[in-house]
């Protein structure tokens, strides 16, 4: 199942590699709190479609304890699913979830009183055309800003997730992301999704340094993160797991110098078995000491 029929069935949101057991921060000094582990639902969307119970049950028993939200089949309501999760250990680190906009304003509220969970992220898909311009960029910009003041104003908090054009289309001379920089609300936080980066001939490591403590979270994916003109038809390559592709997490890590509050571990496709490609991310990240499981 792909990304866009994910989210057709969803509806509304029905309610440099290091060897494994080096310690990343050995000899430059640990960061006052590594980043906490979660990993992103949408890994398993189509084993959750077929046994959402025994799909986070395996998630569990891999040593996660911490998952992100996204959609869930249209016959496992928003109560259901809170169960699902709650029944198996888990907890929710972060949901992604639709903008606060008219009628769908209250599945944010909903949402976050479900899963006992602060951190509302737009999960951004799919592309916006108003990215194509520094005025519809702008005009998105205000749109994650009302966003915001909704979120905080109904205690909660609020980011934005990217994919490849955030890096890769310029507008009035300046990268999307930079736009947004300037423009949306400082209290607006940014899972930004290092594989996409890549993805845009960016520098993963370099964009998080920048981001500094707005990039509160990561998504955490590996593979051969190189552009296709069929990516905007959500036609990916298949990706590896954590450690076992092109990206240099050890500096990514290093970036986020203590700001990042969560890496979260995110798959959208895989050739051979996902729950080992899971745990094979798990123990990479873990015996590497770049993150925290509690």
């Known amino acids: 199942m792909d990304r866009r029929d994910f989210l057709q069935l969803s509806g509304l949101g029905l309610l ?59 016959n496992v309501s928003l109560q259901q699913a809170a169960k699902y999760i709650k029944d198996a250990g888990l907890s929710v680190s972060s949901s992604h979830i639709e903008l606060p906009i008219g009628e769908k304003a209250h599945i944010m509220l909903n949402t976050a009183r479900a899963y006992n969970c602060k951190k509302m992220i737009w999960h951004g898909w799919p592309e916006d055309p108003r990215y194509s311009s520094l005025a519809g960029t702008k005009a998105l910009a205000a749109i994650y800003n009302e966003a915001y003041k909704f979120a905080h104003g109904n205690g909660l908090e609020f980011g934005l997730h990217n994919h490849w054009w955030e890096y890769r289309n310029k507008v009035g001379g300046k990268f999307v992301y930079e736009v947004l920089m300037e423009e949306v609300n400082p209290g607006i936080f940014f899972e930004i999704d290092t594989y996409w980066v890549k993805v845009a001939g960016q520098d993963p490591a370099a964009i998080v340094a920048k981001w ?12 051969p993160a190189r552009w296709s003109d069929q990516l905007p038809k959500d036609i990916v390559e298949p ?56």
């Open 16 to 74: 440099g590699a290091m060897t494994p057991g080096t310690d990343l921060f050995s000899g430059i000094g640990q960061p006052a709190k590594k980043a906490r582990l979660s990993v992103q639902l949408y890994t398993v969307r189509d084993q959750i479609a077929k046994d959402p119970a025994g799909t986070l049950k395996r998630i569990a028993d891999i040593g996660f304890k911490h998952v992100e939200t996204a959609f869930w089949p249209p």
């Open 239 to 294: 990706m590896t797991p954590v450690g076992q592709g092109t990206q240099n997490f050890p500096a990514i890590v290093k970036a986020a110098n203590g700001n990042t509050e969560w890496m979260v571990v995110e798959m959208d496709k895989v050739n051979g078995d996902v729950f080992e490609a899971l745990k094979e991310s798990y123990d990479y990240l873990v015996k590497n000491k770049m993150v925290q499981v509690a």
């Open 212 to 223: 500094g403590k707005r990039a509160k979270m990561l998504h955490i994916k590996d593979g």
